[in-house]
Every structure is written in structure tokens, then in C-alpha cells.
């Protein structure tokens, strides 16, 4: 058994295959969901140390807006999720909000952080569930659906973060760096056009099952006339030219209108349904 305290620093470049090796022995689902690598030596990246060997691990960053998301959370079985969670939150807070963040918001995957954050002042943001498509079946769409679907460019980006920042509340923006970085490594990133303007965006990532839909958005204005509709045919063509198998996304459970359009397009629910927290900073 590890003794009552652990020791907190920030986690450096050198520090990198110790992080891995962290991340491979986990038997806890991890949290994953950035480019952890480039972040190392950053006063927000803390590596957690038992006895001097290294147990833990977490990233918090805000990307745009008022919300600090946690990007890589990584705990030894061996380490009580309270014990770690009391050493490392009160040495995220100044840093974060010295870097805009009012909120700190944190997924919990695999269910092993919920009891504990919420014993340290956290409340549910949202219920999220993960849908899946194995199968090649598409639904029948409307002839007429007035836009355009290609692919999107570097150019496009200031337009699409405004575009994201109009369809999704602040906990869940990107910011224009984050999407011309999810543009540069995509497996699939489109855009919906309509008389030159930018109405709607899509974009899947490559991932060990297959690909995995990231985002699908399109501007309030042009919603339930089938824009998401012919973004996310026109994807899933995309994504089984490149031989892709399964495709999986995550959308909110109380997102009724999201869970329609997947469930028409043959995406069903897969695995348990995952919370995420948040906190005010103080």
C-alpha cells in the first residue's frame, strides 16, 4: 500500500516514455482525447509520484472559452482516485485560471473518477453515449438539399470556429489552432456550402476500431433542412473508401434531434453511458 501523500510535479519532455509505460500498465480506462505529447513542461501537465516512481498523470488545458478540459488522465490501479485527485487539483487551479479558464471539466471514462470528483465538489455537465456502424446501410435522402459537400481547407477555418461557437455551448467549442489541427490529420474533414457560405462542418479521426466521428456541426440557421444529413452520408462514403469498418461517435444523451439522425443512419448504442464533470475554479 502506498503511503498517505504523493508527490506532484510537472511533467517534462524527458518524461515522456515514463507516460506510455504508465498508460500501457493502466488497468483504469484512460482519458486520451489531446496531443498530450506536445504539452509536456507545461504547469497544467502534472506527474504523480509514489515513493519516487511515477503513478499518475493529468493534462488540463482550455482550448477556447471558459472551460479547462482534463486531456490525459492516467492513474496506477494501485492509487486511490480520492488520494491522487487531492494532490493534484489544488495545483491546477492558478494555472488554469492565469490562462482563461473559469470551469474545470473532466470525462469520466470508465466510470472510476465520478464518486470522487463529485465528493470534491463537482456536478454532472452531461451524459454522453457512444454510438457505433458496422454495416454499409444508408437511409434515402431528399433530392434537393440546397449546398455543396467538399473537402475543407486551411482557409476555411476562422470560418468554421465561428460556425462551431454558434452550434455548441462554451464547454464545447474549438478553438481554430485545434481545428486546422484536426484538418491536418483527419481522416475525413468536410464542409457544407451553400452560395459561398460555410454552413456545416464534419470531421472523423483515424482510431483503432476504425474511424471515429469527432464532430458533426452545422450553423443554427440551416438546421433540420438535411444539411447534417448529406455531411454525414457523404462521410460515412468517404470514410468505407478508405476500407474504414466500424465508425463510432459520441453525442449527448439528451440530444434527441442528434440521437435521431444517427439511429436513421444505423448507428446504435455500444458500451455504458460516460458523465462528464465540472467545477468552477476558485
Same mark, same amino acid.
Not at 481522416?187 to 476500431?209: K, N, Q, S
Not at 464532430?215 to 438546421?223: G, H, I, M, N, Y
Not at 455531411?231 to 453525442?251: A, D, F, M, Y
Given at each position: 500500500?502506498?503511503?498517505?501523500?504523493?508527490?506532484?510535479?510537472?511533467?517534462?519532455?524527458? $518524461?515522456?516514455?515514463?507516460?506510455? +509505460?504508465?498508460?500501457?500498465?493502466?488497468?483504469?480506462?484512460?482519458?486520451?482525447?489531446?496531443?498530450?505529447?506536445?504539452?509536456?513542461?507545461?504547469?497544467?501537465?502534472?506527474?504523480?509520484?509514489? $515513493?519516487?516512481?511515477?503513478?499518475?498523470?493529468?493534462?488540463?488545458?482550455?482550448?477556447?472559452?471558459?472551460?479547462?478540459?482534463?486531456?490525459?488522465?492516467?492513474?496506477?490501479?494501485?492509487?486511490?482516485?480520492?488520494?491522487?485527485?487531492?494532490?493534484?487539483?489544488?495545483?491546477?487551479?492558478?494555472?488554469?485560471?492565469?490562462?482563461?479558464?473559469?470551469?474545470?471539466?473532466?470525462?469520466?471514462?470508465?466510470?472510476?473518477?465520478?464518486?470522487?470528483?463529485?465528493? +470534491?465538489?463537482?456536478?454532472?455537465?452531461?451524459?454522453?453515449?457512444?454510438?457505433? &456502424? $458496422?454495416? +454499409?446501410?444508408?437511409?434515402?435522402? *431528399?433530392? $434537393?438539399?440546397?449546398?455543396?459537400?467538399?473537402?475543407?481547407?486551411?482557409?476555411?477555418?476562422?470560418?468554421?470556429?465561428?460556425?462551431?461557437?454558434?452550434?455548441?455551448?462554451?464547454?464545447?467549442?474549438?478553438?481554430?489552432?485545434?481545428?486546422?489541427?484536426? +484538418?491536418?490529420?483527419?481522416?475525413?474533414?468536410?464542409?457544407?456550402?451553400?452560395?459561398?457560405?460555410?454552413?456545416?462542418?464534419?470531421?472523423?479521426?483515424?482510431?483503432?476500431?476504425?474511424?471515429?466521428?469527432?464532430?458533426?456541426?452545422?450553423?443554427? *440557421?440551416?438546421?433540420?433542412?438535411?444539411?447534417?444529413?448529406?455531411?454525414?452520408?457523404?462521410?460515412?462514403?468517404?470514410?468505407? &473508401?478508405?476500407?474504414?469498418?466500424?465508425?463510432?461517435?459520441?453525442?449527448?444523451?439528451?440530444?434527441?434531434?442528434?440521437?435521431?439522425?444517427?439511429?436513421?443512419?444505423?448507428?446504435?448504442?455500444?458500451?455504458?453511458?460516460?458523465?462528464?464533470?465540472?467545477?468552477?475554479?476558485?
Amino acid at each position: 500500500m502506498v503511503g498517505s501523500l504523493l508527490e506532484i510535479r510537472p511533467a517534462v519532455p524527458a $518524461d515522456e516514455a515514463t507516460i506510455r +509505460r504508465l498508460l500501457a500498465r493502466s488497468a483504469r480506462p484512460c482519458v486520451r482525447s489531446w496531443w498530450w505529447e506536445d504539452s509536456l513542461g507545461a504547469e497544467t501537465f502534472l506527474l504523480a509520484l509514489a $515513493d519516487g516512481y511515477p503513478v499518475g498523470a493529468l493534462l488540463a488545458l482550455p482550448d477556447d472559452g471558459p472551460v479547462a478540459w482534463v486531456r490525459l488522465g492516467v492513474l496506477a490501479p494501485e492509487i486511490p482516485a480520492g488520494l491522487w485527485l487531492d494532490a493534484v487539483l489544488p495545483r491546477l487551479e492558478l494555472p488554469l485560471r492565469a490562462l482563461g479558464a473559469r470551469a474545470l471539466a473532466w470525462t469520466d471514462v470508465g466510470g472510476w473518477t465520478g464518486e470522487a470528483l463529485r465528493a +470534491r465538489g463537482f456536478s454532472p455537465l452531461a451524459r454522453l453515449v457512444t454510438l457505433a &456502424k $458496422d454495416d +454499409r446501410s444508408l437511409p434515402r435522402m *431528399p433530392p $434537393d438539399i440546397p449546398c455543396t459537400v467538399r473537402p475543407a481547407r486551411a482557409e476555411d477555418i476562422p470560418a468554421l470556429a465561428r460556425l462551431d461557437h454558434d452550434a455548441f455551448p462554451p464547454p464545447w467549442w474549438f478553438s481554430a489552432a485545434t481545428l486546422e489541427r484536426i +484538418r491536418q490529420e483527419a481522416a475525413c474533414f468536410l464542409v457544407a456550402e451553400r452560395d459561398g457560405l460555410l454552413i456545416g462542418y464534419t470531421e472523423a479521426r483515424p482510431a483503432d476500431h476504425g474511424a471515429h466521428i469527432g464532430r458533426l456541426a452545422v450553423a443554427p *440557421p440551416f438546421q433540420r433542412q438535411g444539411v447534417g444529413s448529406l455531411l454525414l452520408r457523404t462521410t460515412l462514403s468517404q470514410l468505407w &473508401k478508405q476500407g474504414v469498418g466500424e465508425v463510432t461517435l459520441n453525442t449527448q444523451e439528451d440530444n434527441i434531434a442528434s440521437r435521431r439522425l444517427y439511429e436513421r443512419f444505423g448507428f446504435r448504442p455500444v458500451g455504458p453511458r460516460i458523465i462528464a464533470w465540472w467545477r468552477a475554479l476558485i
